[in-house]
């Protein structure tokens, strides 16, 4: 049973550019939430999609943005890069919305913006 | 708003030594608790979880952790530490306004010496 699957592992992309993240969730599992972990800190919620809607968004600008798909895949895309985007991005997949559903991380997605 | 302080930055211990990693939370209603562990360059692994039943929570690999409403804390333990611990761990509070968002500490890096 294959877990939480991210692509690419690293990316390098220069300031003003757009980047899309991917995301496989773990089998049978339909809510998808992004991380975000700059170096040396605790990861910070970007946003969480269910139901192919984002239902919670954290203190991101709007240069975030997501989608999920019918099949609870989802994407990450962020535009306008700054320098400070820099950061390993990460998925999380659960079962359901509660805190009861415990939340599985994929490996994530190093970006460097240079 | 909800948040979690974890005390150490940075905890070094021998071999064969208890382990304690310390975390306080904030929250204006009854929290869900998580400790996280990272290993370099992997993902984020859940090590236990609190979801208001027993007080005294047993995760994988020997740890457990024990939630004080009476002092907000909820400290992470194991009787005898091994090199394989080494890692970053992360005190996680979960569940504000609808939805699973997982509110991480900042971390603190377990260093085990022989």
């Known amino acids: 049973d294959a877990g939480v699957t991210q692509s690419p592992t690293h990316l390098i992309k220069t300031r003003g550019q757009q980047v899309t993240l991917r995301c496989s969730p773990k089998?049978?599992?339909?809510?998808v939430s992004w991380y975000q972990q700059a170096l040396g800190q605790g990861p910070q919620f970007i946003f969480q999609?269910?139901?192919?809607?984002?239902?919670q968004r954290g203190n991101f600008p709007d240069r975030f943005s997501g989608h999920q798909f019918p099949n609870y895949s989802s994407e990450l895309n962020v535009n306008a890069l700054l320098l400070g985007d820099s950061a390993l991005y990460l998925c999380?997949?659960?079962?359901?919305?509660?805190?009861?559903?415990?939340?599985?991380f994929g490996p994530g997605t190093r970006l460097t913006v240079t | 708003a909800q948040s979690v302080t974890q005390l150490d930055s940075h905890v070094s211990v021998s071999e064969g030594t208890p382990v304690l990693l310390r975390c306080n939370y904030s929250s204006s209603y009854s929290p869900s608790l998580f400790w996280y562990v990272q290993h370099p360059n992997k993902g984020l692994q859940l090590l236990l979880k609190?979801?208001?039943?027993?007080?005294l929570v047993k995760g994988i690999n020997g740890f457990e952790a024990e939630f004080k409403k009476s002092e907000t804390s909820f400290h992470l333990t194991k009787p005898s530490a091994h090199m394989s611990d080494a890692a970053e761990y992360f005190c996680v509070v979960s569940g504000t306004g609808g939805g699973n968002k997982l509110t991480f500490g900042t971390g603190t890096q377990l260093k085990v010496e022989l």
């Open positions: 089998s049978g599992h339909d809510t």
């Open positions: 999609y269910y139901e192919e809607e984002e239902r």
């Open positions: 609190y979801t208001s039943a027993a007080t």
């Open positions: 999380a997949s659960s079962l359901g919305r509660t805190v009861y559903f415990e939340q599985y």
